[in-house]
């Protein structure tokens, strides 16, 4: 979303809304989530520097196509790559550009690029020239097959009930209906935004009245701006997941959740249900600092989904929010707990992939820490906990660490008391040993991982049957072998 300092806004007529919507929509984000497949994406945190507001699409005919906010606020820029890792470094193209005067010559935020019935379609917010914070909905479309080409028609505004100030529109098709989902500010009620859906009869037009869905009233819907925005669907395990983002949009920025079942009828209110608290917030250990305006994607495994969002490194911001550039697109994986509803974790820092460590023996449990303490749980909805980095061992090459995401300066280590925890970083020879460790093909599978110990000659992690992550010497037993062999995914 736009950092906007919302006080402006409100002064202007407006309010400050800005919501990355995108729907997954393709069978294959509706598949059965396979939590023993390992996950078909390079976490590159950032991804792309400088571009909020990300918008990424599934895969179509082989390519992902990336767009967002600029910092200029003056155009809609697209790029593409056949993997999301490769979006990094893709050539973007400038598929328009605002004009020098008159509507849509003020600030253009939050471009979506759709694919429907064979035409591509960029829904975004514009402002008018003489008065940048009266922002409405407008729609680009195109017949090419590839969005960056040129050939785009004019902009056409999208019409809604209120002609007040709205921005983040997005689209997604269920059971044969097509939705429009949005962000804006309605007379009469007292919050800078709410959300709204309704049934559209083409890309270009509602059909239906729209229904409010969502009204920011909890305390962290409300910090500094009373905002919901953002709006970004994903549909999966029965259900219809709709993101949203609230309040300022600085480090108090959070992303919420409604839930309504895929069975209900989605333009009636009492069909969703809002998480009571945000599910993905500002984390000052992995010194990500307002994370939202999300969407979704789909790996290149074709079942694995992404979550897409941009934060910033820092929490301090100097002067308005609206014109500091640096919220930077940023993915990483999307998990699920057991009853079906989406697991986010935490925004984790820069660095590489993200790996979670489960026995081959017991593929449901996962290797987790709490009160920093090492075990093998089931159902861990505390998500960060159990997600770790491999990282070049402190012993130098030949060696691996595995640095904890949610607490980066700690790793697992092994001390002198056999109690396996994440322990801070102590720049030591002894806590280089008892912290480093090598990566060998695992004991029961090949295709799987051991990690050998080097206190201990022989010796590897494993787990005891109990939950336990300890120190053996697994000898040539399978249970001991499988024990001490774990999936990457």
């Known amino acids: 979303m736009t950092g906007i300092d919302r006080r402006t806004l409100f002064r202007a007529g407006g309010v400050a809304a800005a919501a990355s919507a995108l729907p997954v929509t393709a069978a294959s984000a509706q598949e059965p989530d396979r939590g023993d497949r390992a996950p078909a994406l390079t976490t590159r945190n950032p991804l792309v520097e400088q571009r909020a507001d990300p918008f990424i699409t599934p895969r179509i005919d082989g390519m992902y196509y990336l767009t967002g906010s600029v910092p200029e606020y003056d155009r809609v820029v697209v790029r593409g790559a056949s993997t999301l890792d490769d979006l990094a470094a893709a050539r973007e193209r400038t598929i328009w550009r605002r004009p020098e005067s008159g509507p849509m010559g003020g600030f253009i935020w939050a471009p979506e690029l759709h694919r429907i019935d064979d035409r591509w379609f960029v829904y975004f917010a514009a402002g008018d020239s003489d008065d940048p ?35 983040d529109a997005t689209t997604f098709s269920h059971r044969g209906r097509r939705y429009f989902l949005w962000a804006q500010n309605e007379p009469g009620i007292a919050t800078n935004s709410n959300l709204y859906i309704a049934e559209m009869a083409s890309p270009l037009e509602l059909r239906t009245t729209p229904v409010r869905i969502s009204v920011p009233t909890a305390s962290w819907e409300t910090q500094g701006f009373r905002v919901n925005e953002g709006p970004a669907v994903l549909i999966r395990n029965g259900r219809v ?24 009828d989605l333009l009636d209110a009492r069909s969703w249900t809002k998480s009571p608290n945000p599910v993905f917030t500002t984390n000052a250990n992995t010194s990500q600092f307002g994370p939202g305006h999300n969407s979704f994607t789909v790996a290149e495994d074709g079942v694995t989904v992404v979550l897409v969002y941009h934060a910033r490194d820092y929490r301090d911001i100097v002067g308005d929010p609206l014109f500091d550039p640096n919220r930077h697109t940023r993915v990483q994986r999307l998990y699920w707990n057991e009853d079906g509803t989406p697991s986010f974790g935490v925004p984790v820092g820069r660095g590489g992939p993200i790996s979670r460590l489960s026995p081959l023996d017991s593929p449901v449990l996962v290797l987790r820490h709490f009160e920093f303490r090492l075990r093998f749980e089931g159902n861990v909805r505390e998500l960060a906990d159990s997600q770790f980095r491999f990282t070049p061992g402190h012993l130098g090459p030949g060696t691996v660490s595995l640095q904890s995401v949610n607490f980066p300066d700690r790793y697992v280590h092994v001390p002198d008391d056999g109690i396996l925890r994440v322990d801070p970083f102590s720049d030591t020879d002894a806590y280089g040993r008892a912290s480093s460790f090598v990566r060998e093909p695992g004991l029961a599978d090949r295709s799987a991982v051991s990690l050998r110990v080097l206190t201990r000659p022989a010796a590897y992690l494993a787990h005891d049957g109990s939950g336990r992550l300890i120190v053996t010497q697994p000898g040539r037993t399978t249970t001991a072998r499988q024990r001490a062999t774990f999936r990457v995914g």
Not at 246 to 254: L, P
Request: glycine letters at 4%.
């Open 133 to 167: 914070f009266r922002i409405r909905t407008y729609v680009l479309e195109s017949p090419n097959a590839d969005p960056r080409a040129e050939g785009w028609l004019p902009p056409r505004r999208m019409v809604t009930a209120f002609d007040t100030f709205t921005l």
């Open 241 to 264: 997941f709709v993101t949203f983002s609230a309040s300022a949009t600085d480090a108090r920025y959070a992303m919420g959740l409604l839930t309504a079942d895929e069975n209900a």
